[in-house]
């Protein structure tokens, strides 16, 4: 199990077992902290109580090293922040602790005296860790490569996840692609007691509810936004002063390593400020990185250049082929474990190895979105919402249900008495799914849905047919009275933040033992942030105004005023050009059909609108091709080492 992750820690491996306990650690190390022995793992307590094994990194483990120092003494051996996590759950419990911490990890902690195991995860989710069951043995790790090597893992696909993949193009925690497979929800500590760890759950713990094993919550970002928004910082400039103080102290501790340290930089607001705050403060220039495409619309590498010379960073371009973007593709199914149909996958894994060649950390402006209202479907969606909901829902569904029966050439026909410059592209059916969703929607949540699902108002092709589970339904509980744009922020943060954007960021710098860290998500910023009023963060039609007044105290305005752009690659047209013959064998009806996971001529459909230029069927399509890559690597792959315990992958 260890080996089968040493991508993500190469420099050093421990295994620990107890034989009477049939308990069993497998650690693999990438140092950053404490290069000596002294940092290995799984690492026991000094009082031998417990044993850790522990990914990530705790930035203030200086701070809670001298309140220990304070409190008891300490036979440190080493300065790792290893250390200083297991004495401090020596002294104070698990739980206490985590509270305590400024950091990211993903942990597993054996106690001696009681016979349980906890696991536990950050509070965003940076360091993703999944659980469940192999045969009769509860098994745990940092990537399912891991659990698919012990010798009784024979799980079958979990429908319930393949329908919200084809909806979000992600699969969100709880759920994984296996049945009885689990991802732990950021946030959360599971406790599992050893006389209960063979008795296999038919679905995941429900948080606080009592039992052998149990699942707990020791941070909320919903309590977090919730007390911000009752308690709102009044004055912009109190609120600026307080976000840039509290975000160059997170910079400033995250930017602290015993290997080489640099950041990523996009050119954009979120990664600018980091920059900014970094250069700032630190002793002598830093190392940025970013990647460049020559297909127009996709190069902002241009952007990254001209940040940089401003602020001074020693910066690393990389321009990258279509061909060399195109040879990372066969690599994502090994990388992510389970499909993942996010296409900035493949830039991210790009600009990540240009990284490592230099350092062995860099630091994110991954984020600032989600906490600020950069995204522009916020606006929209909020907007259109507020117009929706004023007419009475029998008759929204009425009118929505009659326009939407007008095929998208009858509306294309309209369009044409435009100029051809300010005809939008594929209006017809873009015109056409406004009324579906004029027609659908009760609420917001199902206009959000019908927004980012691709078969929205359409017949799935997930077979068999079945209903979205629960789980597909975003989470937009804030207090009664919360704005519809918090709401979707908060939703953002709680799913699509960690099982989209931070599973895209950890596996894509993992897979060349590189370490990401994210200032924005340092839960002293996330605190701020929610008692920074959204009039303060989305003014004039565009989101993340204070973040932008806190970069322009530090670089010229000029410098970033551009349209927003997302880390893109253009696959739709290469699915149309050279990667055809590849998209054409993995979407081949034959194949669907022997498979049995997708309704072939739904599937093909899309493809046909897509090729002829009907519909851009873009992501649509690649979450099944994403799927269908994965299954085929699955099917392909070895998996199973003979294991005599229960074991676990700890980084």
Same mark, same amino acid.
């Given at each position: 199990?260890?080996?089968?992750?040493?991508? #993500?820690?190469?420099?050093?491996?421990?295994?620990?077992?107890?034989?009477?306990?049939?308990?069993?650690?497998?650690?693999?190390?990438?140092?950053?902290?404490?290069?000596?022995? %002294?940092?290995? @793992?799984?690492?026991?307590?000094?009082?031998? /109580?417990?044993?850790?094994?522990?990914?990530?990194?705790?930035?203030? $483990?200086?701070?809670?090293?001298?309140?220990?120092?304070?409190?008891?003494?300490?036979?440190?051996?080493?300065?790792?922040?290893?250390?200083?996590?297991?004495?401090?759950?020596?002294?104070?419990?698990?739980?206490?602790?985590?509270?305590?911490?400024?950091?990211?990890?993903?942990?597993?902690?054996?106690? $001696?005296?009681? #016979?349980?195991?906890?696991?536990?995860?950050?509070?965003?989710?940076?360091?993703?860790?999944?659980?469940?069951?192999?045969?009769?043995?509860?098994?745990?790790?940092?990537?399912?490569? &891991?659990?698919?090597?012990?010798?009784?893992?024979?799980?079958?696909?979990?429908?319930?996840?393949?329908?919200?993949?084809? &909806?979000?193009?992600?699969?969100?925690?709880?759920?994984?692609?296996?049945?009885?497979?689990?991802?732990?929800?950021?946030?959360?500590?599971?406790?599992?007691?050893?006389?209960?760890?063979?008795?296999?759950?038919?679905?995941?713990?429900?948080?606080?509810?009592?039992?052998?094993? /149990?699942?707990?919550?020791?941070?909320?970002?919903?309590?977090?936004?919730?007390?911000?928004?009752?308690?709102?910082?009044?004055?912009?400039?109190?609120?600026?002063?307080?976000?840039?103080?509290?975000?160059?102290?997170?910079?400033?501790?995250?930017?602290?390593?015993?290997?080489?340290?640099?950041?990523?930089?996009?050119?954009?607001?979120?990664?600018?400020?980091?920059?900014?705050?970094? @250069?700032?403060?630190?002793?002598?220039?830093?190392?940025?990185?970013?990647?460049?495409?020559?297909?127009?619309? +996709?190069?902002?590498?241009?952007?990254?250049?001209?940040?940089?010379?401003?602020?001074?960073?020693?910066? $690393?371009?990389?321009?990258?082929?279509?061909?060399?973007?195109?040879?990372?593709?066969?690599?994502?199914?090994?990388?992510?474990?389970?499909?993942?149909?996010?296409?900035?996958?493949?830039?991210?894994?790009?600009?990540? #190895?240009?990284?490592?060649?230099?350092?062995?950390?860099?630091?994110?402006?991954?984020?600032?979105?989600?906490?600020?209202?950069?995204?522009?479907?916020?606006?929209?969606?909020?907007?259109?919402?507020?117009?929706?909901?004023?007419?009475?829902?029998?008759?929204?569904?009425?009118?929505?249900?009659?326009?939407?029966?007008?095929?998208?050439?009858?509306?294309?026909?309209?369009?044409?008495?435009?100029?051809?410059? /300010?005809?939008?592209?594929?209006?017809?059916?873009?015109?056409?799914?406004?009324?579906?969703?004029?027609?659908?929607?009760?609420?917001?949540?199902? =206009?959000?849905?019908?927004?980012?699902?691709?078969?929205?108002?359409? &017949?799935?092709?997930? %077979?068999?047919?079945?209903?979205?589970?629960?789980?597909?339904?975003?989470?937009?509980?804030?207090?009664?009275?919360?704005?519809?744009?918090? /709401?979707?922020?908060?939703?953002?943060?709680?799913?699509?933040?960690?099982?989209?954007?931070?599973?895209?960021?950890?596996?894509?710098?993992?897979?060349?033992?590189?370490?990401?860290?994210?200032?924005?998500?340092? $839960?002293?910023?996330?605190?701020?942030?929610?008692?920074?009023? =959204?009039?303060?963060?989305?003014?004039?039609?565009?989101?993340?105004?204070?973040?932008?007044?806190? =970069?322009?105290?530090?670089?010229?305005?000029?410098?970033?005023?551009?349209?927003?752009?997302?880390?893109?690659?253009?696959?739709?047209?290469?699915?149309?050009?050279?990667?055809?013959?590849?998209?054409?064998?993995?979407?081949?009806?034959? #194949?669907?059909?022997?498979?049995?996971? +997708?309704?072939?001529?739904?599937?093909?459909?899309?493809?046909?609108?897509?090729?002829?230029?009907?519909?851009?069927?873009?992501?649509?399509?690649?979450?099944?091709? %994403?799927?269908?890559?994965?299954?085929?690597?699955?099917?392909?792959?070895?998996?199973?080492?003979?294991?005599?315990?229960?074991?676990?992958?700890?980084?």
């Amino acid at each position: 199990m260890g080996r089968a992750i040493t991508h #993500r820690g190469p420099d050093d491996g421990g295994i620990w077992f107890d034989e009477v306990a049939g308990i069993g650690l497998s650690h693999r190390r990438l140092s950053i902290v404490d290069l000596s022995p %002294m940092g290995h @793992q799984p690492m026991p307590s000094d009082d031998e /109580r417990y044993m850790l094994a522990f990914n990530g990194e705790i930035y203030n $483990h200086l701070e809670i090293r001298a309140e220990l120092d304070a409190l008891r003494t300490v036979a440190w051996t080493g300065h790792s922040d290893t250390e200083t996590l297991i004495e401090a759950v020596a002294t104070w419990g698990l739980e206490p602790t985590l509270r305590k911490i400024v950091g990211m990890f993903a942990l597993a902690l054996w106690d $001696h005296r009681s #016979r349980t195991l906890q696991l536990a995860r950050d509070r965003f989710g940076e360091k993703p860790l999944y659980y469940g069951w192999a045969g009769r043995d509860f098994v745990f790790g940092s990537e399912l490569k &891991a659990l698919r090597r012990h010798p009784d893992f024979t799980h079958a696909i979990n429908r319930d996840a393949l329908r919200v993949l084809g &909806a979000r193009a992600y699969i969100p925690a709880p759920l994984s692609i296996y049945d009885h497979i689990y991802k732990l929800e950021p946030g959360c500590i599971l406790t599992v007691e050893a006389t209960s760890a063979s008795q296999r759950m038919a679905s995941p713990p429900i948080e606080g509810q009592s039992g052998d094993i /149990r699942l707990d919550r020791y941070w909320s970002y919903r309590e977090t936004m919730v007390a911000g928004l009752a308690n709102p910082i009044g004055n912009p400039d109190e609120a600026l002063e307080e976000l840039e103080n509290v975000l160059a102290q997170a910079v400033a501790g995250q930017a602290v390593a015993d290997v080489p340290v640099g950041a990523f930089l996009s050119g954009g607001i979120d990664s600018s400020t980091i920059v900014a705050l970094y @250069q700032k403060h630190a002793p002598g220039r830093v190392k940025t990185f970013s990647i460049g495409f020559a297909e127009a619309g +996709f190069d902002e590498a241009v952007y990254a250049k001209e940040v940089a010379a401003f602020f001074g960073t020693e910066h $690393h371009e990389r321009y990258i082929t279509s061909r060399e973007a195109q040879d990372v593709i066969p690599l994502l199914p090994q990388m992510y474990d389970e499909p993942f149909a996010d296409s900035s996958q493949i830039p991210t894994h790009l600009v990540s #190895r240009l990284a490592r060649e230099h350092v062995t950390v860099a630091l994110s402006g991954d984020g600032g979105d989600e906490l600020f209202g950069g995204y522009n479907r916020y606006i929209a969606t909020s907007r259109l919402w507020s117009k929706l909901k004023r007419l009475p829902r029998p008759l929204r569904a009425a009118l929505g249900s009659c326009l939407a029966q007008v095929p998208p050439a009858g509306w294309n026909s309209l369009s044409a008495v435009l100029p051809a410059g /300010r005809r939008p592209a594929f209006f017809g059916t873009k015109v056409q799914k406004l009324f579906g969703t004029m027609r659908d929607c009760a609420t917001l949540e199902d =206009l959000v849905d019908t927004f980012l699902d691709e078969w929205a108002g359409k &017949a799935s092709p997930i %077979m068999p047919q079945a209903p979205l589970p629960a789980l597909a339904r975003y989470d937009m509980t804030l207090a009664p009275d919360s704005p519809d744009v918090a /709401r979707m922020m908060y939703s953002d943060a709680v799913s699509y933040l960690p099982d989209d954007i931070l599973c895209k960021v950890d596996r894509a710098g993992m897979a060349v033992s590189l370490e990401s860290r994210i200032p924005f998500l340092d $839960h002293r910023v996330a605190e701020v942030a929610a008692r920074i009023p =959204l009039s303060m963060k989305i003014s004039g039609g565009s989101g993340k105004q204070i973040l932008k007044r806190l =970069l322009y105290k530090h670089a010229p305005q000029k410098l970033f005023d551009r349209p927003k752009a997302g880390f893109a690659v253009p696959v739709g047209g290469w699915i149309k050009g050279p990667l055809r013959d590849w998209a054409e064998a993995l979407l081949d009806p034959r #194949r669907l059909h022997e498979d049995g996971y +997708f309704e072939a001529g739904l599937v093909q459909q899309r493809w046909r609108a897509h090729l002829s230029g009907e519909k851009d069927s873009t992501q649509a399509l690649w979450t099944v091709l %994403m799927f269908q890559s994965w299954l085929a690597d699955a099917s392909d792959s070895v998996e199973a080492t003979p294991m005599p315990l229960s074991a676990a992958a700890g980084r």
